[in-house]
């Protein structure tokens, strides 16, 4: 079953997504391919917006940043 995410979540993904992007020096579409594929949106990043969106951008965009390079994806 899936899991319904609220429009803020889905905001704070969007969000989180192009900030690494800008500090990886890609563009958000690289970073969404890298997430998708290793199925990091609904697996990681929706799931963890209770804890992540008190946090500031820096520090959200080098989470998900972490999270392709310990999945080895290419970014």
Do not use: C
């Amino acid at each position: 079953m899936e899991q319904d995410y609220s429009p803020e979540a889905v905001e704070f993904a969007v969000s989180a997504i192009e900030n690494a992007a800008a500090k990886a020096g890609v563009t958000g579409d690289v970073v969404y391919k890298a997430l998708s594929a290793e199925d990091g949106i609904r697996q990681f990043l929706l799931p963890s917006y209770d804890a992540l969106h008190t946090q500031g951008i820096e520090y959200i965009a080098d989470e998900v940043l972490e999270y392709l390079k310990a999945k080895n994806a290419m970014v």
